[in-house]
């Protein structure tokens, strides 16, 4: 593993997009720019989510990312495929988006959940409803509209999603877990 800092605190959660138009997985395509044009340890980001709602690790949780200039010794960064200045968010990536918020709001129940363009100077995340997603996590928190955060657990029930997919998560190398949107939990992705 890369020679990670270790992130002393986690005060933000930080959502970018990537700002890139291409519609298939950018996931690859990203982390090359980062490690191979702009020679950082690792992709930025700790989570990546597809436009398929396909979530992705990037750096171990713990460790610092580098995304956010300012902030990354005290945020975790989540990124979007996309360029939402001018597209819209996927509903699969809502989904996964909003799931994630409230696993990590979980954990991490102090953290502030901001865009990109809250703590720094840029367009980042673009045109997504970050004050919905800030809602519904602090929502989460208190248990509210059939949103539970449980013992490590995210369960998000979506009434006319019943048996529909709603987020393919890949939690490190390999190992794939199909989310259902109906009763369907989030792994722990220590
Ligand atoms: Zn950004």
Redesign the pocket.
Known sequence: MPDFKRREKTDEIIV??TADTYGGMQYAKTRDYHVGTLGWLDIGYHYFIERSGTVLTGRPEWAEGA??KGHNDRAIGVALAGDFTQEQITPAQDRALVALLAKLKGKYPAAAIKG?NDVNA?A??GNIPMSKYRQITADAQKGAQGVTVGEGVVSIPIGEQVGQAAALVVIGVGFLMLIKAAGGVLPDMD
Do not use: F, K, M
Request: glycine letters at 0%; one cysteine or more.
């Open positions: 970018h997009h995304h956010a990109h840029t980042c995340p």
